[in-house]
């Protein structure tokens, strides 16, 4: 009961007007801010790195891949990979879905066929337009070497297949999903000021002399203060669908797990770090690691897996756990990364309340 009571008073923040506006309001105006000025980087031209395909040689003799790879010396295909493929056509073409490669050449004495990935129209083009003139060098081969069997050559020599991939976040999609983590990850520094704020207005005295156990003070906080912050996520998460169409998956419950175990995260972060670093110092170490976190986690553009220096340090970030598992399960079905997501913002978020509570223990005051 008393556990309930200081949990209700922590939720009675909610009619506090003014905070309810900078709560909905900012990460509504990131969202549309964001979503509007970066579209550009998500739809985009962008410009074409190497392309990687795979392809196997079907033909009895293997005479087909030898003419193959001979083309290819002789025609310096730049920033194209070429990759002999000794497995099933289907292992290719799961290959391909995934994005590990561009396109899949199947190379048959009958004729060419090529499966490209969906996602990537300007590489399929310019892949097919190497397979196109290799498959007219090869037909007048046959026909110089053999003129009998060039009837037997198919007139549509190359036959190109589009595989769909995974569908991909717009710039609004993306930016919902990673302004609202960016949020629950700025409740941190709430969370660093549920005991101190009880110290500054000289309650924290009144609290202990009352018949509550710093215990049900402590869980009474967490509670109260994790249902108020899954409320307001809940808001922006309907505000962005409904105003901003915003897609949010499918599996909505699994997306709840991510945000409901980051929320737990940043709330057990900004409690225990204002136990461990006392004074006004501990404010200044959690808004350094939430700006950090944001940075390395993709809060503001989408980080690329180039090898620079940010997407080295991407994956340490706590937001790229929540914002790639999100990510996974909305556009690709995927609910292994949400469970180790939040396995891991749970565990986290274990071990620092379990610090915060040994240390409000040995404390004479909260």
């Not at 129209?121 to 310019?126: K, L, P, Q, V």
């Not at 922006?236 to 599996?251: C, P, R, T, V």
């Amino acid at each position: 009961m008393n556990i309930w009571r200081i949990a209700v008073k922590e939720l009675m923040m909610f009619r506090d007007v003014k905070m309810l506006v900078f709560m909905l309001a900012t990460p509504v105006l990131l969202m549309l801010i964001m979503g509007s000025l970066l579209s550009s980087a998500f739809n985009g031209s962008v410009a074409v790195g190497d392309i990687r395909v795979l392809y196997s040689d079907h033909s009895e003799d293997g005479s087909i891949g030898a003419d193959w790879e001979l083309w290819l010396r002789q025609s310096g295909t730049e920033n194209m990979v070429f990759e002999k493929f000794e497995g099933s056509d289907a292992e290719a073409m799961e290959g391909v879905r995934d994005g590990s490669y561009s396109g899949y050449a199947a190379l048959n004495p009958s004729g060419f066929h090529y499966y490209g990935n969906s996602r990537s129209s300007i590489e399929n083009s310019m892949v097919s337009g190497i397979l196109s003139a290799f498959a007219d060098r090869y037909k007048l081969s046959i026909a110089g070497a053999e003129p009998e069997l060039e009837s037997m050559v198919p007139g549509s020599y190359v036959k190109e297949t589009r595989l769909k991939g995974s569908h991909m976040p717009a710039a609004m999609d993306y930016f919902a999903v990673a302004v609202t983590t960016m949020i629950i990850l700025y409740s941190a520094a709430t969370a660093g000021n549920l005991i101190d704020s009880e110290r500054t207005r000289n309650t924290a005295i009144r609290l202990l002399a009352s018949p509550i156990s710093k215990g049900e003070i402590f869980v009474g906080k967490i509670v109260g203060t994790m249902v108020l912050n899954a409320g307001f996520i809940a808001m922006i998460m309907l505000i962005s669908k409904y105003m901003y169409d915003a897609n949010w998956g499918d599996n909505l419950p699994m997306v709840w797990l991510v945000l409901l175990s980051e929320i737990a995260f940043a709330l057990s972060l900004g409690l225990g770090i204002s136990y461990i670093v006392k004074g006004k110092a501990s404010g200044i170490v959690i808004m350094t690691i939430i700006q950090l976190a944001c940075f390395f986690g993709g809060s503001y553009y989408r980080i690329e897996d180039n090898g620079d220096f940010v997407s080295m340090l991407a994956p340490y970030s706590p937001l790229t756990w929540s914002n790639e598992a999100l990510m996974d399960l909305i556009y690709g079905g995927e609910t292994g990364a949400a469970i180790t997501a939040s396995a891991l913002n749970l565990g986290v978020a274990a071990a620092m309340l379990l610090i915060s509570a040994v240390m409000m223990r040995r404390r004479e005051g909260l």
